[in-house]
């Protein structure tokens, strides 16, 4: 089986989400190939004078996708980030949400249901079904 396991911003970018590498690391114990789509350490690294989004003090501005779209082309970074995922051909998507990364997560989730609408969604982490 082909795992994509996905981690849309924000969350901090000093260390390695861990629970997605945890999961990988045991989805690859199992014999089954997985590819870990850190979305949120590339969006940074792209991102120049907004890298602020990332401090703790800007995390709540990540909750509206209005305040998120002054900084990015948030439609046009989504359908590339599904293309890409979709591009490695999963049999099942897995999402490392939290609450300050559900409106970046529902909007990637929506995009790839449209590419593929028999491929299975999963999402888990922190506060993964508050407000989803």
């Excluded at 114990?29 to 590339?42: A, I, T």
């Excluded at 989504?78 to 409106?103: K, L």
């Amino acid at each position: 089986m082909k795992v994509a396991l996905v981690f849309p911003p924000v969350y901090g970018v000093d260390f390695p989400h861990l629970g997605l590498a945890y999961i990988a690391a045991k989805v690859r114990e199992e014999k089954h190939d997985v590819k870990v789509f850190c979305f949120n350490s590339r969006l940074y690294a792209e991102s120049g004078p907004a890298k602020h989004l990332w401090d703790w003090p800007n995390a709540d501005l990540w909750l509206s996708e209005e305040e998120i779209k002054k900084h990015f082309n948030i439609e046009r970074i989504a359908d590339h980030w599904a293309q890409e995922v979709m591009a490695y051909g999963p049999e099942v998507v897995g999402f490392g949400v939290n609450s300050h990364s559900r409106m970046m997560a529902n909007l990637l989730a929506g995009k790839l249901k449209k590419i593929a609408p028999s491929v299975p969604i999963i999402y888990g982490g922190p506060f993964c079904s508050s407000g989803l």
